[in-house]
């Protein structure tokens, strides 16, 4: 009877073997919006793949997840590979995606928007980071392969501009899985020669051709260079991710060259125009010193020099004048001081001031003595003192103190009975 009965494990088993076998669902294409999206620290990707009427788990391994462009977000619309199967702890089905892509939009254009945005909120594209480029450069890098149309229209353009201009070469990978190490490499290398300016960048292309310079290393790496740089990379409608972190970007290979170094003839006309002014500057100066030096003649001074003399002698004499009278004034004034002195009654009569001072110590003396305590015990009296206190009545003493009668040759204790 129980021979008819399955365990759970043998039909989920079957029912993985028949999905697994099935060659429709070995490769299915399917599109839908992702939900619950989570990144496992392994690289691994879980997620949900939902339309209108259901939904379906999903998982791309770490294999497959390298490949990808960009990063994938809740509520993003994605076209997916990938084998159906069933995982057997859950009795669930589910999708194995080993490939994706943005609905309606190409995946290299959404890692570019998404490093475009992660950058720029970092303050790598902030015009307060860029460096101005030398109008005058000397020596000038470039960044670039070292065959091609790029360079040649790069070195062609600046020893026709300017020649008394050194550049060196840094021949670097443009293109492919490993440029974007190579360019790194060449820019931190080229960062070292003391360059007044270094170009970086390559001819047109494809986004797929271009795409070494939308790598978030490259960004880095020109974010830190020291040496200005300007970026020119493709056509002048294609903008890459080293154009915005760039100190400026050049349409073009040859318009970086034109950017980099100036026009001969510029120069020529410049100079030109600094001779120019440089010689009305110093004409104006000498007329306007001729003009004031003849203003400087013209002066009275210069007309009567005497007059300075004149001047000075009058203020002189004021001088001398106010001095006198100061030295009069203050002569009269210490002599009445002088007088005063001499006619006052200390010098007069210096010996009468000193009986008045003598007779009156004398009269402050004997009041002293007549109250002095001393001389009430050389009459005879006697002074009575309890613990160092005078006693003045009976009432000030009790039964057993000790009282201290004080004669005038000495002191007696006794007890009051």
Request: charge should be positive.
């Amino acid at each position: 009877m129980n021979d008819k009965y399955i365990t759970v494990t043998q039909l989920t088993r079957y029912i993985k073997y028949k999905i697994d076998n099935d060659i429709h669902l070995n490769e299915v294409f399917l599109k839908g919006e992702i939900s619950n999206f989570k990144a496992h620290s392994r690289g691994h990707y879980y997620f949900t793949l939902k339309d209108e009427g259901a939904r379906i788990n999903a998982i791309m391994f770490a294999s497959s997840t390298k490949k990808l462009k960009f990063t994938p977000e809740d509520g993003m619309k994605v076209l997916v590979t990938g084998k159906i199967s069933v995982f057997e702890a859950n009795g669930g089905y589910q999708i194995y995606v080993n490939d994706m892509m943005e609905d309606g939009v190409g995946n290299l254009y959404i890692a570019f928007e998404q490093l475009k945005k992660k950058l720029e909120a970092e303050g790598l594209f902030a015009d307060s980071h860029k460096k101005k480029i030398p109008k005058i450069p000397t020596r000038v890098g470039v960044v670039t392969a070292p065959t091609g149309a790029a360079i040649k229209d790069i070195i062609s353009t600046i020893k026709r501009r300017w020649p008394l201009t050194e550049i060196y070469l840094f021949p670097a990978l443009v293109q492919g899985e490993d440029a974007k190490e190579d360019i790194v490499r060449q820019i931190q290398r080229a960062d070292g020669y003391q360059l007044d300016t270094l170009i970086v960048g390559r001819g047109g292309g494809s986004i797929e051709d271009l795409w070494a310079f939308n790598e978030e290393i490259v960004a880095r790496a020109i974010y830190a260079c020291e040496t200005p740089i300007i970026s020119a990379v493709g056509h002048e409608i294609d903008f890459t991710i080293a154009d915005f972190v760039a100190d400026l970007r050049a349409p073009t290979p040859t318009g970086a060259a034109e950017m980099a170094v100036p026009q001969m003839r510029d120069v020529e006309d410049y100079l030109r125009q600094l001779k120019i002014r440089g010689v009305h500057t110093i004409e104006n100066h000498w007329k306007t010193c001729y003009q004031q030096l003849q203003a400087i003649e013209r002066r009275s001074v210069f007309q009567n020099p005497m007059m300075i003399y004149q001047a000075k002698e009058m203020i002189f004499d004021s001088l001398f004048e106010k001095l006198r009278f100061q030295m009069t004034h203050l002569t009269l004034a210490k002599e009445k001081d002088l007088i005063r002195v001499k006619n006052s009654y200390v010098l007069q009569k210096p010996f009468q001031l000193l009986d008045k001072k003598s007779n009156r110590y004398l009269q402050i003396l004997s009041k002293l003595e007549t109250l002095s305590p001393l001389l009430t015990l050389q009459r005879g009296y006697t002074i009575s003192k309890v613990s160092n206190k005078v006693v003045s009545s009976k009432k000030d003493v009790k039964k057993g103190d000790q009282l201290e009668v004080e004669f005038q040759d000495g002191t007696v204790l006794t007890e009051v009975l």
